[in-house]
Nanobody, 120 residues
Framework: VQLQAFGGGLVQAGGSLRLSCAASGRIFRVNYMGWYRQDPGKQREMVADFTSGGSTKYAESVKGRFSISRDNANNTVYLQMNSLKPEDTAVYYC???????????????WGQGTEVTVSS
């Protein structure tokens, strides 16, 4: 199983970016999907997540600016980031809880990270 994240880049403050993350491999079911971010020297923090039940959760710092969505048919999760601020600069990681065909349990997987830099 692989998670591949795309869409990071350099953007000016106030701009927008859309991140995507696709899960591939011998996947039976994807349960949890979410986005996290990490600054060097800081702990990784949850940005937004999306459960299979349909509920979403956002970090207080991104509420009203970021929006998470999911394409269950393609095991893909997106993060639309608007009104970006310099403090949003970080490496963004996607995470998913995946059950493979030959397994009876879910396991957490992380994407490789995509860098977002917001200039002031």
């Amino acid at each position: 199983v692989q998670l591949q994240a795309f869409g990071g880049g350099l953007v000016q403050a106030g701009g927008s970016l859309r991140l995507s993350c696709a899960a591939s491999g011998r996947i039976f079911r994807v349960n949890y999907m979410g986005w996290y971010r990490q600054d060097p020297g800081k702990q990784r923090e949850m940005v937004a997540d999306f459960t299979s039940g349909g509920s979403t959760k956002y970090a207080e710092s991104v509420k009203g600016r970021f929006s998470i969505s999911r394409d269950n048919a393609n095991n893909t999760v997106y993060l639309q980031m608007n009104s970006l601020k310099p403090e949003d600069t970080a490496v963004y990681y996607c995470k998913a809880a995946i059950r493979q065909f030959f397994s009876d349990s879910f396991r957490d997987y992380w994407g490789q990270g995509t860098e977002v830099t917001v200039s002031s």
